[in-house]
């Protein structure tokens, strides 16, 4: 492979449809101000460069990064692009990944708005982001600790899983199908609305208004903290293992739960059952909302 080393460019398309290359300590600024510096190009490896022009990396296959910084002046870093990695990077231009396939991220720093939209199989760990709208309309995404935050996370995703995650953000999953949390902290307000498929093990649940209008939601030894009026007009079946401030119209299955403030039926078409009380005892009190 050609290696290019210690350079600065700046022109328009400075390495386009480039192929079998290695760039180190190179830098992608200055007054020309040139974008698509790596358009079209394949099989690409990019090694403590710094990127501070818009587009670099559209239309690739093949391609490597670590240990680099995209600026806040990179915007629309990596899109049309597949079989990607990047590693130790900061990622800091808005709409940084779109439109790509079989990405693997690692140990990176994302600041990024609309980051991660309709990819096609990407794995993120040990990442930090902060970003709005954040992976829309992607799917088959792994994420292994991953810490976000930010708003309007996770909408229209497909085939997702997540584990050890800790995720601060509002209006996460909405209309997601099939993901499964594990072990995670997820927090903020209407988790999960309109999701289908949506299963959380061994997680702790913070905010208002959380998983309502689902379908085939499941939770499994799940704590739920400061949450109220859950569950509305969602089919449920819910191991929960702490006190849930108020539980309002379920529309189907099953809700066990240590404890609840309150229990709000006042919608003829909410069948689902609540059964208050510790597991081990036999006290325990079951509603049925028919």
Same mark, same amino acid.
């Given at each position: 492979?050609?290696?290019?080393?210690?350079?600065?460019?700046?022109?328009?398309?400075?390495?386009?449809?480039?192929?079998?290359?290695?760039?180190?300590?190179?830098?992608?600024?200055?007054?020309?101000?040139?974008?698509?510096?790596?358009?079209? @190009?394949?099989? &690409?490896?990019?090694?403590?460069?710094?990127?501070?022009?818009? /587009?670099?990396? %559209?239309?690739? +296959? !093949? *391609? #490597?990064?670590?240990?680099?910084?995209?600026?806040?002046?990179?915007?629309?870093?990596?899109?049309?692009?597949?079989?990607?990695?990047?590693?130790?990077?900061?990622?800091?231009?808005?709409?940084?990944?779109?439109?790509?396939?079989?990405?693997?991220?690692?140990?990176?720093?994302?600041?990024?708005?609309?980051?991660?939209?309709?990819?096609?199989?990407?794995?993120?760990?040990?990442?930090?982001?902060?970003?709005?709208?954040?992976?829309?309309?992607?799917?088959?995404?792994?994420?292994?600790?991953?810490?976000?935050?930010?708003?309007?996370?996770?909408?229209?995703?497909?085939?997702?899983?997540?584990?050890?995650?800790?995720?601060?953000?509002?209006?996460?999953?909405?209309? @997601?199908?099939? &993901?499964?949390?594990?072990?995670?902290?997820?927090?903020?307000? /209407?988790?999960? %609305?309109?999701? +289908? !498929? *949506? #299963?959380?093990?061994?997680?702790?649940?913070?905010?208002?208004?959380?998983?309502?209008?689902?379908?085939?939601?499941?939770?499994?030894?799940?704590?739920?903290?400061?949450?109220?009026?859950?569950?509305?007009?969602?089919?449920?079946?819910?191991?929960?293992?702490?006190?849930?401030?108020?539980?309002?119209?379920?529309?189907?299955?099953?809700?066990?739960?240590?404890?609840?403030?309150?229990?709000?039926?006042?919608?003829?078409?909410?069948?689902?059952?609540?059964?208050?009380?510790?597991?081990?005892?036999?006290?325990?009190?079951?509603?049925?909302?028919?």
């Amino acid at each position: 492979m050609k290696v290019i080393e210690n350079q600065t460019f700046d022109m328009e398309r400075a390495l386009y449809g480039s192929k079998g290359i290695i760039v180190r300590n190179c830098s992608f600024d200055g007054p020309a101000d040139g974008e698509s510096a790596f358009k079209e @190009g394949k099989d &690409i490896e990019a090694a403590h460069c710094f990127f501070n022009l818009r /587009y670099p990396f %559209w239309h690739d +296959d !093949g *391609l #490597t990064i670590t240990d680099s910084e995209m600026t806040e002046a990179c915007r629309a870093a990596l899109w049309y692009s597949n079989h990607v990695e990047i590693a130790d990077t900061k990622l800091h231009g808005i709409k940084a990944l779109r439109e790509c396939g079989d990405v693997v991220i690692r140990d990176c720093d994302i600041i990024s708005p609309e980051f991660g939209w309709s990819v096609r199989g990407i794995r993120m760990e040990d990442t930090r982001a902060v970003s709005e709208y954040f992976m829309m309309r992607s799917e088959n995404l792994v994420f292994k600790g991953v810490n976000f935050k930010g708003k309007y996370s996770f909408q229209y995703i497909k085939n997702a899983v997540f584990e050890n995650c800790e995720l601060d953000t509002k209006d996460a999953f909405w209309h @997601g199908e099939n &993901i499964t949390v594990r072990d995670s902290v997820v927090k903020g307000e /209407y988790l999960g %609305w309109y999701s +289908d !498929g *949506l #299963t959380l093990i061994g997680c702790k649940i913070i905010g208002t208004q959380p998983l309502c209008y689902c379908k085939n939601l499941k939770l499994i030894d799940c704590e739920m903290l400061d949450t109220d009026l859950a569950f509305e007009k969602s089919e449920v079946e819910a191991v929960i293992t702490t006190k849930v401030d108020s539980i309002k119209n379920p529309l189907s299955g099953r809700i066990q739960v240590p404890e609840v403030g309150e229990l709000i039926i006042d919608d003829a078409n909410a069948k689902g059952g609540v059964l208050i009380g510790e597991r081990k005892k036999d006290s325990r009190k079951m509603f049925n909302c028919a």
